[in-house]
């Protein structure tokens, strides 16, 4: 590296004008600068199709902090560093432009030729722009350079091969940054302090103590303006392939040999290889699908899926998933990992809920059963972790009394917050690479989903519903109930009811 403050860079940002940029970037941005984490030493370029002056975009930068955060201490000063180019990322003449304008930059911010190149469009143009960043001379730097991209990559396993070999005419691996804004969450990141920093939970952290991992990830909104997407990826592939898989990795990887990105990572891939496949037949064995129906959000009527702009009224597109997942090595053989996201559910929340085996025996009251031993990770919208014991009620008999001892976070509204961006963009300035998904990680995920996904789209029968305002379609419930479980009430583990 060759700046002494990694924070130093030049920034480009492919769909400056975007709801990504507006809603998550410029705030990010704007609170490492405040911090003092991003040096004066920095610029951002901003490229779209729209004819903006440099004027127009600092103004539309202002408006985004004012907006969604809510302040304007320095907002001149961390404005300045912003920039527009009028871009087509089809052609060359745009990227020679940008070229020269990364120049000026470069010599007025003294950048050291440090270039962060993100990509916060339609992933279509992510090929395009990476040949084009290449062959007209903006990866010719002196610097580094760092090439960020949004999530699908690819819709398939063979579309991400496609993808990443072309990505990877222009740029290594170690330089590409696939952001999984799950990867940025405050708890996402606890999961390995938890296991690995507590004396008390990694001897317990195996299959002769946990009898099943439930990992709920449910939202109260639909589709929304991401009708035309989603009819393409439906939940399968827009949660489970990235978000949810890889929270199962951090809980089942084997600790790493030290805290580095590529040790970490290599215990991630194996949890991935260790993944028992699931094909054909077993695909409705292991695996649901729903679709949300008309129902009540927040006592307002709500309409289906099929009844949303931009979607088809015949769509067999899901928008629930529940699955159960076998890891098959010697620390999780038999214990079910058990997963479920889905739209226009209940409640708004993800959390991950690590139950612990019964006592072989209960000697304190033979009418009453002992509840469970839990460890409820909160990741949002409130953080936080929760750990269930049995303790004895007051009084002369010994008799149970279930308590709950409870660390809570500030909590934040939605998953997908500047929070969690803020962290990734500081981790991509500083060339840290762990909270973002390597290829490997990504070619096994398709891998695994992609068979899943051969055998619904082979599937004449009717895709299952369930109402609006519900926990998902009655066949989720039979899938955990069959094994001697049931999904736990995420209201009743929500941190404000663990008094």
């Avoid at 999530?151 to 691996?173: M, T, V, Y």
């Avoid at 999961?191 to 103590?209: D, K, M, S, T």
């Avoid at 990887?253 to 094909?279: G, Q």
Wanted: proline fraction near 4%.
């Amino acid at each position: 590296m060759n700046s002494n403050d990694s924070s130093t860079s030049l920034i480009m940002i492919f769909g400056a004008t975007g709801d990504l940029a507006k809603r998550k970037l410029y705030p990010s941005l704007y609170h490492l600068y405040k911090k003092g984490k991003l040096a004066d030493h920095f610029a951002v370029i901003g490229t779209a199709r729209r004819p903006w002056s440099h004027e127009e975009f600092r103004e539309n930068i202002k408006d985004s902090i004012h907006s969604f955060v809510g302040a304007d201490e320095q907002i001149d000063d961390f404005s300045s560093h912003f920039y527009y180019q009028p871009h087509d990322v089809t052609d060359s003449d745009s990227y020679i432009q940008l070229k020269t304008l990364a120049e000026e930059l470069d010599t007025k911010y003294s950048l050291q030729g440090n270039r962060i190149f993100y990509l916060a469009m339609a992933p279509e143009f992510f090929g395009t722009i990476a040949d084009h960043l290449k062959a007209d001379g903006l990866t010719d730097t002196t610097g580094f350079k760092r090439l960020v991209i949004e999530k699908p990559f690819g819709h398939d396993l063979e579309s991400a091969e496609q993808l990443n070999a072309q990505i990877r005419q222009s740029f290594p691996e170690e330089e590409i940054y696939r952001i999984d804004h799950y990867l940025g969450k405050a708890m996402v990141q606890n999961i390995e302090v938890i296991r690995f920093a507590n004396a008390f939970f990694e001897p317990l952290w195996n299959n002769r103590y946990i009898s099943n991992i439930q990992i709920t990830s449910s939202e109260k909104l639909g589709v929304e303006e991401r009708a035309r997407y989603y009819e393409t990826s439906g939940a399968l592939r827009d949660m489970v392939q990235n978000h949810m898989l890889q929270m199962l990795a951090l809980l089942a990887m084997e600790p790493p040999i030290r805290l580095t990105t590529d040790e970490i990572r290599s215990e991630k891939v194996k949890v991935f290889r260790a993944l028992r496949p699931i094909e054909g037949n077993e695909v409705n064995e292991y695996f649901v699908r729903g679709q949300y129906g008309p129902g009540t959000i927040d006592k307002n009527e709500v309409v289906g899926y099929r009844d949303e702009m931009n979607v088809d009224p015949d769509s067999q597109t899901e928008t629930f998933v529940a699955g159960k997942l076998m890891i098959d090595n010697f620390r999780w053989a038999g214990v079910p990992f058990y997963i479920r996201t889905g739209k226009r559910m209940t409640t708004k929340s993800t959390k991950i809920v690590i139950q612990f085996k019964d006592i072989p025996m209960n000697l304190y009251n033979n009418n009453e059963q002992l509840q469970p031993n839990l460890l409820v990770i909160h990741i949002q919208p409130d953080e936080g972790i929760t750990l269930h014991l049995n303790a004895k009620k007051s009084g002369q008999n010994m008799q149970t009394n279930p308590v709950k001892l409870n660390f809570s976070n500030e909590g934040s509204n939605g998953i997908n917050t500047p929070e969690a961006y803020e962290k990734l963009l500081y981790d991509c300035l500083h060339g840290d690479a762990t909270n973002f998904t390597h290829w490997d990680e990504v070619a096994l995920s398709w891998k695994f989903v992609d068979k899943i996904s051969e055998v619904w789209e082979q599937t004449n029968s009717e895709i299952p519903k369930y109402a609006s305002g519900t926990m998902g379609p009655e066949e989720a419930e039979k899938l955990i109930e069959n094994d001697g479980f049931f999904w736990w009430n995420l209201n009743d583990l929500d941190v404000e009811n663990c008094d």
